[in-house]
T-cell receptor, first 114, second 120 residues
Framework: KAGVTQTPRYLIKTRGQQVTLSCSPI?????VSWYQQTPGQGLQFLFE???????NKGNFPGRFSGRQFSNSRSEMNVSTLELGDSALYLC?????????????FGEGSRLTVL | AQTVTQSQPEMSVQEAETVTLSCTYD???????LFWYKQPPSRQMILVIR??????QNATENRFSVNFQKAAKSFSLKISDSQLGDAAMYFC?????????????????FGKGTLLTVNP
């Protein structure tokens, strides 16, 4: 069974540009979450989608957005990139939307903003 | 808002020994879920163990067990018979129960992590 797949794995952008990251969840998983991981702030929740609807959003500016498609694949977009957006962006999926359903994480997309 | 605190940025243990990683959290909720995740150098996070707050019995998974003290809001992870493959960053995480409206609420609040080194 294929795991959570994130693309691209590494990317370099310059300030002011925008970036789109993609996440393919495990087959059958309908909930997809995104997290930002930085050395200073640790792991911070960005947003969660379930059946194409954003169910929850973290405390990030409007430059961070996302969406989920009918096949449960998800994308997140960051516009007008800032140096502080350099981070590892992790996607996670789960079959259940309630209970202690295990979150399965991808290997992440490493974004460097110059 | 809930907060999770891991007071040990780094820990080390000898192979085959036992180590305990600390985690405390702050919440006003009575029902919630707690997790320990492991992030090896390859970066893929893996669930180690989970605990439902309404369960008094501490969760165990092979060499991994927790000491859940609800009143003290403490959730420590004990790793017995440590192995070289246990070396990783360990994160404690908190999750609120699903929203009463029935909406999904799968948001995890993580601690800053504890880097565990296993010495041969």
């Amino acid at each position: 069974k294929a795991g959570v797949t994130q693309t691209p794995r590494y990317l370099i952008k310059t300030r002011g540009q925008q970036v789109t990251l993609s996440c393919s969840p495990i087959s059958g998983h309908r909930s997809v979450s995104w997290y930002q991981q930085t050395p200073g702030q640790g792991l911070q929740f960005l947003f969660e989608y379930f059946s194409e609807t954003q169910r929850n959003k973290g405390n990030f500016p409007g430059r961070f957005s996302g969406r989920q498609f009918s096949n449960s694949r998800s994308e997140m977009n960051v516009s007008t990139l800032e140096l502080g957006d350099s981070a590892l962006y992790l996607c996670a999926s789960t079959k259940q939307s309630t209970g202690t359903g295990e979150l399965f994480f991808g290997e992440g997309s490493r974004l460097t903003v110059l | 808002a809930q907060t999770v605190t891991q007071s040990q940025p780094e820990m080390s243990v000898q192979e085959a020994e036992t180590v305990t990683l600390s985690c405390t959290y702050d919440t006003s909720e009575s029902d919630y879920y707690l997790f320990w995740y492991k992030q090896p150098p390859s970066r893929q996070m893996i669930l180690v163990i989970r605990q439902e707050a309404y369960k008094q019995q501490n969760a165990t998974e092979n060499r991994f067990s927790v000491n859940f003290q609800k009143a003290a809001k403490s959730f420590s992870l004990k790793i017995s018979d440590s192995q070289l493959g246990d070396a990783a960053m360990y994160f404690c995480a908190y999750r609120s129960p699903p929203g009463r409206s029935g909406g999904s609420n799968y948001k995890l609040t993580f601690g800053k992590g504890t880097l565990l080194t296993v010495n041969p």
